[in-house]
T-cell receptor, first 112, second 111 residues
């Protein structure tokens, strides 16, 4: 079945530590891939996206993500986490453009 | 540009009542979508539209109707609200079916 999986429901990291959030998808062809961030009580903000080309994608707020076709993964990374990065992060795929499907989300807590 | 706007921000309904969630965008985007967000389930697509006069069902369309008479507006109608429809609803628009821009959301509580 077609799906988007974020294996980690909740992650806690210390401020200044590195971060990796995992995302795996199950679709026949490589879909469009996205990461969104949602702060409490807010809408979703696009961090970065991958359509084709270079498999390492740079986004806003110092985030990057790497597309690995062999692993059907699109993991989000940040070298040094700031307290303001505490939020919920959603991986999303769009197999046919507009029909976007989201993972269940990973909640990030940042310890001082 | 105001982007994507949604009204109301919060609504309480009784079971069986009807209501319309409004969504408007001023970016001249062809694609618009409605999602619901429930804890532990991410966002699920309810309905979407690829242009004025064209709508289609997403993952969870039951209990919801949509129409798209103009490019700017994409209202979501609940004909007979049920407690299972308690959720946060997000509207989104997209210029070409790829990157979506989200509204601030509507919190709906059905008693």
């Amino acid at each position: 079945a077609q799906s988007v999986t974020q294996p980690d429901i909740h992650i806690t990291v210390s401020e200044g530590a590195s971060l990796e959030l995992r995302c795996n998808y199950s679709y026949g062809a490589t879909p469009y891939l996205f990461w969104y961030v949602q702060s409490p009580g807010q809408g979703l903000q696009l961090l970065l996206k991958y359509f084709s080309g270079d498999t390492l994608v740079q986004g806003i707020k110092g985030f990057e993500a790497e597309f690995k076709r062999s692993q059907s993964s699109f993991n989000l990374r940040k070298p040094s986490v700031h307290w303001s990065d505490a939020a919920e992060y959603f991986c999303a795929v769009a197999p046919r453009g507009n029909d976007m499907r989201f993972g269940a989300g990973t909640r990030l807590t940042v310890k001082p | 540009n105001a982007g994507v706007t949604q009204t109301p921000k919060f609504q309480v309904l009784k079971t069986g009542q009807s209501m319309t969630l409004q969504c408007a965008q001023d970016m001249n985007h062809e694609y618009m979508s409605w999602y619901r967000q429930d804890p532990g389930m991410g966002l699920r697509l309810i309905h979407y539209s690829v242009g004025a006069g064209i709508t289609d069902q997403g993952e969870v369309p039951n209990g919801y109707n949509v129409s798209r008479s103009t490019t700017e507006d994409f209202p979501l109608r609940l004909l007979s609200a049920a407690p299972s429809q308690t959720s946060v609803y997000f509207c989104a628009s997209s210029p070409g079916g790829e990157t979506q821009y989200f509204g601030p959301g509507t919190r709906l509580l059905v008693l």
